[in-house]
């Protein structure tokens, strides 16, 4: 079975803090992963996504991922949270015909 | 030059009226995909048509009828509306060949905000 779990509904950073998501897959081999980011009342836009090149990826707006196999982990890191920041983050991953995507987390930033 | 684009941005119907919500990329790409987002943001794929062939077909009433005139549109058109019909709607297209195992990013449009009253 194939499938991504974010720990985490919401989590709230304070402005200029360390911005820590985190997403855990489930698969027997080694699958496709992605960030996606969706701001209040628009559509999902791509942060990053991991396809067995490096295991840190760089994304969009100075996010990070790094590909943990031996945790089967893809946590999203960003050093410094923006108020701009503030969005619906939702991992997802693809392997075969399934493309699945997490529960979400909210980030919240309090300035 | 919008890339994917959704008609209309919000709908809002009686229950049980049918209704239609278009999609169109200008991307080029060879798959569109629908995906419904419930209350709590839970997203899930519904619909994948590569070429105008449907792929992937989820368990969805079929009440939900994907048409594709061309691969660059992929509307749905929903018979019989019920409340629990009440989501977002998206749009998505990519360049691989809709089974996903290419690792292709989708690109998604703005949403379709349908209320059933």
């Known amino acids: 079975a194939q499938s991504v779990t974010q720990l985490g509904s919401h989590v709230s950073v304070s402005e200029g803090a360390l911005v820590l998501l985190r997403c855990n897959y489930s698969s027997s081999v080694p699958p496709y992963l992605f960030w996606y980011v969706q701001y209040p009342n628009q559509g999902l836009q791509l942060l990053l996504k991991?396809?067995?090149?490096?295991?840190l990826v760089k994304g969009i707006n100075g996010f990070e991922a790094e590909f943990k196999k031996s945790e089967t982990s893809f946590h999203l890191t960003k050093p410094s949270a923006h108020m701009s920041d503030a969005a619906e983050y939702f991992c997802?991953?693809?392997?075969?015909?399934?493309?699945?995507f997490g529960t979400g987390t909210s980030l919240t930033v309090i300035p | 030059d919008t890339a994917v684009s959704q008609t209309p941005k919000y709908l809002v119907t009686q229950m049980g009226n049918d209704k239609s919500i278009k999609c169109e990329q200008n991307l080029g790409h060879d798959t569109m995909y629908w995906y419904k987002q419930d209350s709590k943001k839970f997203l899930k794929i519904m619909f994948s048509?590569?070429?105008?062939?449907?792929?992937i077909n989820e368990t969805v009433p079929n009440r939900f009828s994907p048409k594709s005139p061309d691969k660059a549109h992929l509307n749905l058109h929903i018979n019989s509306l019920e409340l629990g019909d009440s989501a977002v709607y998206f749009c998505a297209s990519s360049q691989d060949d809709g089974l996903a195992g290419g690792g292709e990013t989708q690109y998604f449009g703005p949403g379709t905000r349908l209320l059933v009253l």
């Open positions: 991991y396809t067995s090149a490096a295991t």
């Open positions: 048509y590569n070429n105008k062939e449907l792929i």
């Open positions: 997802a991953v693809t392997l075969g015909n399934q493309f699945y």
